[in-house]
């Protein structure tokens, strides 16, 4: 293709352009990228409870994962967005945008690729989004997240 071709006739024809950037492949279903385990850190730092990873890549085209948090009230669910939005900001992470923070009944935040949902417990039970999302791959968590234990307590049993 011309130096001095549009930008039209490049992406019509974008193999011909020579600036070309590969699109990084996506990661195995067991690894889970940075900024997820970062949010996963932040969302225990604030005891949230039964943290779950949806892999949602096979069955939506508008995001890769769902995180899902559940607090007691609505102080702690807001706390646990605030730590999650907080811990990714710093890292470089900026959500594109924030829903139901003043309720605090369920806060969505939305990373693109990503996005973390942040219940009150009893929310969570009635939405049930892991039940909607059924298609979904659960990732198995470790177990700093509530993930599969080795404790031998619960081979007892």
Request: hydrophobic content about 40%; aromatic content about 8%.
């Amino acid at each position: 293709m011309k130096p001095n071709s549009t930008a039209k006739e490049r992406s019509l024809n974008p193999t011909a352009h020579s600036e070309l950037k590969t699109i990084p492949k996506a990661k195995a279903s067991g690894e889970l990228d940075e900024r997820i385990l970062r949010a996963l850190q932040a969302a225990n730092d604030k005891k949230a409870l039964d943290l779950v990873v949806l892999d949602l890549r096979e069955i939506a085209t508008f995001t890769d994962y769902f995180v899902i948090a559940s607090g007691n009230n609505e102080r702690q669910v807001q706390a646990i967005s605030d730590e999650v939005f907080e811990k990714l900001k710093k890292s470089g992470t900026a959500a594109a945008r924030v829903e139901g923070y003043k309720s605090a009944e369920w806060i969505l935040l939305d990373y693109g690729d990503f996005v973390v949902h942040v219940f009150l417990d009893k929310a969570r039970k009635f939405y049930e989004l892991e039940r909607l999302w059924r298609e979904s791959k659960r990732i198995t968590l470790p177990p700093e997240f509530g993930g599969e234990s080795t404790s031998s307590l619960r081979d007892e049993y």
